[in-house]
């Protein structure tokens, strides 16, 4: 059991203390001080005009399947991407944004007994894995680092960890 008078102080109002200026159960919230009849400086109706006309000049009259933004901290990475016909969470693109390759890595596609093919990070001094299969580069985030897609030896852009958006 609580002794009274605990529960005697809890039934009590919230007294201002000492060095407060104002009793707390008089102080207005900031949402009561917005004049909500004022349209806001920051507002603009246009901008989403502006935004569109801004991303199809970056495209050049291309279309896109498909924006590319990081999972792990949204930032756009493409705007102008072809969705894989197979694998429908894949997509290739050559012109891409917030991107890092890591050029200091390699990954090959491995070839064992599943009916999936991986792609395997392998040793760049060993002579005998120079000459085996296509040569992938891991694609990074640049903003968080989070690996987003691998470049292969054609200068493309295969995307597999992103949140797609329509275009």
């Known amino acids: ?20 200026p104002e009793d ?67 997509y290739r693109a050559m012109f891409v944004s917030n991107c890092k390759v890591k050029t200091d890595q390699i990954l090959r596609e491995g070839k064992g007994k599943r009916k999936n093919r991986r792609v395997t990070a392998v040793e760049s001094t060993t002579p005998e894995a120079e000459n085996k299969g296509p040569v992938f580069h891991p694609v990074c985030c640049e903003v968080c680092s989070t690996e987003v897609a691998v470049f292969d030896e054609d200068e493309v852009y295969h995307f597999f960890n992103v949140i797609p958006s329509n275009s």
């Open 1 to 20: 059991m609580e002794p009274e008078s605990s529960k005697e102080a809890a039934k009590q109002p919230m007294e201002a203390e000492a060095g407060d």
């Open 24 to 90: 707390p159960r008089d102080l207005v919230s900031s949402d009561d001080e917005i004049d909500y009849s004022v349209e806001p400086e920051f507002y603009d109706p246009a901008i989403d005009d502006v935004d569109e006309r801004w991303a199809h000049k970056q495209r050049k009259g291309r279309t896109s399947d498909a924006v590319l933004s990081c999972p792990a901290c949204f930032t756009t990475l493409c705007l102008d991407s072809q969705r894989h016909e197979k694998y429908v969470n894949q």
